[in-house]
């Protein structure tokens, strides 16, 4: 599966079954990450997988740094 990213967006990807790759990065059953790429996010499952995947715009304030939000005037 490839999901495309949105230049400013932070994907979260909580894996609640089994094992996939995510860009490369191996997850297993419980895993979680978070993702800054404004390319896109290849998911690979070696084997059938449930995960929650989340796509939300970085903004100030909210841990992540001023970096990811250059339009947040606050």
């Known amino acids: 599966m ?3 990213a949105t ?3 932070r994907i979260f990807i909580y ?3 089994e094992k ?5 990065e191996t997850l297993k059953s419980k895993d979680q990450a ?10 690979n499952a070696q084997q059938q997988s449930e ?8 903004c100030k304030g909210w841990g992540y740094g ?3 939000a250059p ?3 606050h």
């Open 2 to 4: 490839v999901h495309k």
């Open 7 to 9: 230049a400013g967006h």
């Open 15 to 17: 894996l609640t079954e």
């Open 20 to 24: 996939i790759t995510a860009n490369g």
């Open 34 to 43: 978070r993702i800054n790429t404004d390319a896109s996010l290849v998911l």
């Open 51 to 58: 995960l929650i995947l989340i796509d939300v715009p970085s």
């Open 66 to 68: 001023s970096e990811l």
């Open 71 to 73: 339009d947040d005037k």
